[in-house]
């Protein structure tokens, strides 16, 4: 079941309770609604998770820990999948993002940074800002509804896989004639 594959990467709630940054969350922290792992847990910390890692703002993983307590996900899983997001992967992501806000409005597409994709951005930002946006907004929602799919799906079907064995370890051997 993927709850055996997951728990093993996971970190323990009591390794939170002593972070002295951490003291404002201690009530919630000691939720175990945000550390179980259920289909709806796991599925919706994706969501989350993905969602914020497309976001082009700063404290992405204080925001995704935030909407993580707040609808009771897996806190763990929504924090860390904000990482999808990191210095080498955020330029290709930003810059993609542009891409689909442009396409969606309908405007033209600047020409591909030569320099930095940083340097690009904070150059052109008052000409893409809005195509930027809006991409990064659509993107991290189709991130969120297919990755909570694809996890359910998974989740049914290795929870269907673990039933059939059990049913077939309870049926009787064949005769033998």
């Known amino acids: 079941m993927p709850r055996k594959i997951i728990k093993r990467y996971l970190p323990r709630p009591e390794s939170f309770k002593d972070h002295a ?9 000691a939720d175990p609604g945000v550390w179980t792992l259920t289909r709806n847990s796991v599925s919706g910390a994706f ?3 993905l969602f914020f890692a497309f976001m082009p703002m700063p404290f ?6 935030l909407l993580a307590i707040f609808f009771r996900v897996n806190l763990p899983i929504s924090v860390g999948l904000v990482w999808v997001s990191n210095p080498l992967t ?8 542009y891409l689909l806000g442009a396409w969606v409005l309908d405007l033209p597409v600047y020409p591909s940074p030569s ?3 940083m340097d690009w951005i904070s150059t052109q930002f008052r000409h893409i ?7 990064c907004v659509l993107a991290g929602a189709i991130a969120a509804i297919l990755a909570n799919i694809a996890v ?3 989740w049914r079907w290795q929870v269907s896989i673990s ?5 077939q370890k309870r049926l009787p051997p064949p005769k033998k004639n």
């Open 21 to 29: 940054s951490l003291k404002f969350l201690s009530s919630h922290l």
């Open 47 to 49: 969501s989350i998770g």
């Open 60 to 65: 992405q993983m204080l925001a995704a820990a």
């Open 90 to 97: 955020m330029p290709a992501m930003l810059y993609v993002c």
């Open 115 to 117: 320099s930095g994709m």
């Open 129 to 135: 800002w809005k195509p930027l946006l809006l991409g």
């Open 152 to 154: 359910r799906l998974i």
């Open 163 to 167: 039933w059939n064995r059990r049913q």
